[in-house]
Nanobody, 122 residues
Framework: QVQLVESGGGVVQAGGSLRLSCAASGRTFSRYVMGWFRQAPGKEREFVADVTWNGGGTHYADPVKGRFTISRDNAKNAVYLQMNSLKPEDTAVYYC???????????????WGRGTQVTVSS
C-alpha cells in the first residue's frame, strides 16, 4: 500500500513557476514508477510526466516538454514536478500516482493522491 499526498498548488500568473511535491508513505516507494496527471474541468484526466524507479528515466506529454521537470528522491519518499513558463491551459487539478510499470495510461497506476489545484491566470 502506498498513500500519496500532493502539495504546492496555487494561483500563478502566466509565465510563472510552481513546484509540486508528492509525499509517499510506505517502505516500498522506490519500487514504483511515479507519475503526474492532470484534469481540467470538463476534460478527461491526462498524463503529464513519469519517472522510473531510480529516477533514471523520464517521459513527458508533448504540451509540457521543455517546461516541466519531474524528479524523485527515494530517500525522502517524494516526487516533484517543477513547472516553468506556465500557461493558462495548464490550469487543472494535478494528481500524483504510483504504478508498477511505465505507462501513459492512468489505468496502469494503482495508487493516487487527492490532487492539488493549479490555476494559471492570463
Amino acid at each position: 500500500q502506498v498513500q500519496l499526498v500532493e502539495s504546492g498548488g496555487g494561483v500563478v500568473q502566466a509565465g510563472g513557476s510552481l513546484r509540486l511535491s508528492c509525499a509517499a508513505s510506505g517502505r516500498t516507494f522506490s519500487r514504483y514508477v511515479m507519475g503526474w496527471f492532470r484534469q481540467a474541468p470538463g476534460k478527461e484526466r491526462e498524463f503529464v510526466a513519469d519517472v522510473t524507479w531510480n529516477g533514471g528515466g523520464t517521459h513527458y506529454a508533448d504540451p509540457v516538454k521543455g517546461r516541466f521537470t519531474i524528479s524523485r528522491d527515494n530517500a525522502k519518499n517524494a516526487v516533484y514536478l517543477q513547472m516553468n513558463s506556465l500557461k493558462p491551459e495548464d490550469t487543472a487539478v494535478y494528481y500524483c500516482a504510483a504504478g508498477e510499470v511505465v505507462s501513459y495510461s492512468n489505468k496502469r497506476y494503482d495508487y493516487w493522491g487527492r490532487g492539488t489545484q493549479v490555476t494559471v491566470s492570463s
